[in-house]
């Protein structure tokens, strides 16, 4: 799914969940203090005295303890998984023991990951080629789905033209499954051009992703094995990031339907060229079957990443509709649009809320205990109903 342009930062990625970030390391080897080969501080006194700011963990527990933002009432116990670089787009397993998330960490483009929710066992499960994209799990977990580019080329993609404005790269993407590591992969989807965002049914059957397979950004949904494709959006625009309500009854999603003539001409413009202005998105609900298609929000700005309560009445997702700029937080809203509450109120970025299984915990990403400005890393807290 499309990142905010916040989170397109220099990356300087750490090289696994347990270190500190690369620059950190480097600014402590310049003052003589030595790290192992396992990334811990020769000096674990020196190590303590870090932890304001930039946490530290044992080997047994990776991740590191942090206190909720003011005004966070919804949170307890959070905990931070990653440490450095872009992380983000984190999202269960059925079991609700791991998350498959996207990272640039050694490579030049994203890849998938997998680390478990104590942040221990962090391993990439993609094959390093391309760029990658929106990871889930699927099939009780004995697979994974993501998309990714190396079918069109194993090198990175370039990135896009700024000199037209802020824009987003419609990449030459294709769905993939393979087991969880990284083996038996499979091409699940053989389209030109963007074809993402890949999410599944709560019973397992159904994939629900975007595609510009027909010519426009519409979200469509196909059996797991890739048969019985079907598209549910048809109105011009962009229409993405869905994502099935706990009963798989509902699918909610981000759109932006340009309105004047200008507006068409300048997305249709961009649309051939490869390209989005991702500006201006709301919140949409729909049937799974695409029926009764309804606008749930009008914030104005960029709203997105929704997902679905665990009660299947209220929607988390993200926005900066009270900024207009870079300060995203999460929002809790109605299925009728009402009872706007917000979640969140870090002054950076904060996306891509997901709830446990078991509806106990949110995992989200974040800018916040950042090692530099732009670094996004995957939090998890439990969710308390205040």
């Known amino acids: 799914m499309f990142l905010p342009h916040n989170l397109k930062a220099p990356r300087l990625g750490a090289r696994n969940s347990r270190s500190l970030s690369y620059n950190y390391r480097l600014n402590l080897e310049r003052v003589g203090i030595t790290m192992v080969e396992n990334h811990q501080f020769v000096s674990w006194p020196f190590?303590?005295?870090?932890?304001?700011?930039?946490?530290?963990?044992s080997e047994e527990t990776p991740a590191v303890d942090r206190s909720p933002e003011d005004g966070e009432r919804f949170f307890a116990n959070l905990k931070q998984l990653t440490f450095g670089g872009q992380n983000a787009e984190a999202y269960f397993s059925p079991d609700g023991r791991s998350l498959i998330f996207q990272r640039t960490g050694e490579e030049a483009c994203d890849q998938q990951y997998v680390i478990g929710v104590d942040g221990s066992?962090?391993?990439?499960v993609?094959?390093?080629?391309?760029?990658?994209?929106?990871g889930y799990f699927f099939d009780g977990g004995s697979r994974i789905l993501y998309s990714s580019t190396f079918h069109a080329s194993e090198t990175c993609p370039p990135p896009p033209d700024y000199s037209m404005g802020y824009v987003w790269g419609l990449y030459d993407f294709d769905v993939y499954t393979s087991l969880p590591d990284g083996s038996g992969l499979q091409r699940l989807t053989e389209t030109e051009g963007y074809t993402a965002e890949a999410t599944l049914s709560p019973d397992?059957?159904?994939?629900?992703?975007?595609?510009?397979?027909?010519g426009d950004l519409d979200i469509y949904t196909m059996s797991i094995d890739g048969t019985g494709l079907r598209r549910l959006t048809t109105r011009i625009g962009y229409d993405g990031g869905p994502f099935?309500?706990?009963?798989?009854?509902?699918?909610?999603?981000?759109?932006?339907?340009?309105?004047?003539?200008?507006?068409?001409?300048?997305?249709?413009?961009?649309l051939a060229d490869g390209l989005i202005r991702p500006s201006q998105m709301e919140i949409w609900l729909m049937n799974a079957d695409g029926t009764d298609q309804r606008q749930l929000t009008e914030l104005g700005h960029a709203n997105f990443a929704p997902f679905f309560h665990p009660d299947g009445q209220r929607i988390i997702f993200s926005s900066n509709h009270e900024s207009g700029e870079r300060?995203?937080?999460?929002y809790l809203i109605g299925i009728d649009g009402?009872?706007?509450?917000?979640?969140?109120?870090?002054?950076?970025?904060?996306g891509f809320p997901m709830f446990s299984p078991d509806g106990?915990?949110?995992?989200?990403?974040?800018?916040?205990?950042?090692?530099?400005?732009?670094?996004?890393?995957?939090?998890?807290?439990?969710?308390?109903?205040p």
């Open 327 to 330: 300060d995203f937080n999460l």
């Open 121 to 124: 066992d962090l391993r990439r």
């Open 360 to 385: 106990t915990k949110l995992v989200f990403a974040s800018n916040r205990h950042g090692s530099v400005e732009g670094d996004t890393n995957i939090f998890l807290a439990d969710w308390i109903e």
């Open 47 to 57: 190590c303590l005295l870090l932890v304001a700011l930039v946490g530290c963990a």
């Open 338 to 350: 009402t009872g706007l509450t917000q979640v969140t109120t870090h002054v950076t970025f904060d």
């Open 244 to 270: 099935f309500s706990p009963d798989g009854s509902m699918i909610v999603y981000r759109s932006w339907h340009p309105g004047s003539p200008d507006e068409v001409e300048d997305y249709q413009r961009l």
């Open 204 to 214: 397992g059957s159904t994939i629900v992703f975007t595609s510009v397979m027909d």
């Open 126 to 134: 993609s094959n390093g080629l391309g760029r990658t994209t929106c």
